[in-house]
């Protein structure tokens, strides 16, 4: 059974770095979703891809957090330059069309020094 | 703007009692919720969704639109049902993006 790829699974980076996330979506899948997940809290989506245009980015801080999706298939998450508040869980989610549920990756857990 | 809140941060029942889980939503529009849960080391699952109307392991969950609630509900709670269970609600538009609760901790004891 396909599913959602994501790498790193850990990342451990110090403040002011740079750092970057990468995720697969199953195949076929439009809509590529990343969120982040503070520690007790529940996910919240940072920023919408429909195959490689952004849809919706508003709770993405756009000072220091950046997404493509370039060929609209695989994509990319970077944070530069990391701060403290950023250490979370980063979860990649797909969905191929709005009949559909989000099938989510394992994520990337980011402790920022 | 869309909200969704969780109550309880820690559920604990014994196998075989009852359980329900709260959640209560704000939304303006027509609202689409599910339940996801994530098992110990396991990633983040659909469990169930308001429009199908179906009983997924013996849980199942009504939309009251009045008390604006999705409460998830299972009659005999079994052990292999401890997890962290997110309510979630649709945005209602083609793309789905999805606001969550911050999630209750089940614990079923033997």
């Known amino acids: 059974e396909a599913e959602v790829a994501q790498s790193p699974r850990y990342k451990i980076t110090e403040k002011s770095q740079a750092v970057a996330f990468w995720c697969d979506p199953i195949?076929?899948?439009?809509?590529l979703y990343w969120y982040r997940q503070i520690l007790g809290q529940g996910p919240e989506l940072l920023v919408q891809f429909q195959d490689e245009s952004v849809v919706d980015d508003s709770q993405l801080p756009k000072d220091r957090f950046s997404a493509e999706r370039l060929k609209g298939v695989d994509s990319t998450l970077k944070i530069q330059p990391a701060e403290l508040g950023d250490s979370a869980m980063y979860l990649c989610a797909s969905r191929r069309d709005n009949r559909e549920t989000q099938y989510f990756g394992p994520g990337t857990r980011l402790l920022v020094l | 703007a869309q909200r969704v809140t969780q109550p309880e941060k820690l559920l604990s029942v014994f196998k075989g009692a009852p359980v329900e889980l709260k959640c209560n939503y704000s939304?303006?529009?027509?609202?689409?919720l599910f339940w996801y849960v994530q098992y110990s080391r396991q990633r983040l699952q659909l469990l169930l969704r308001h429009i199908s109307r179906e009983s997924i392991k013996g849980f199942t969950a009504d939309l009251n639109k009045g008390e604006t609630s999705f409460h998830l509900k299972k009659p005999f709670a079994q052990e292999e049902d401890s997890a962290m269970y997110y309510c979630?609600?649709?945005?209602?538009?083609?793309?789905?993006?999805?606001?969550f609760g911050q999630g209750t901790i089940l614990t079923v004891h033997p």
């Open positions: 979630a609600l649709g945005s209602g538009t083609s793309y789905g993006k999805l606001t």
């Open positions: 195949s076929g899948h439009a809509t």
């Open positions: 939304y303006s529009g027509s609202p689409e």
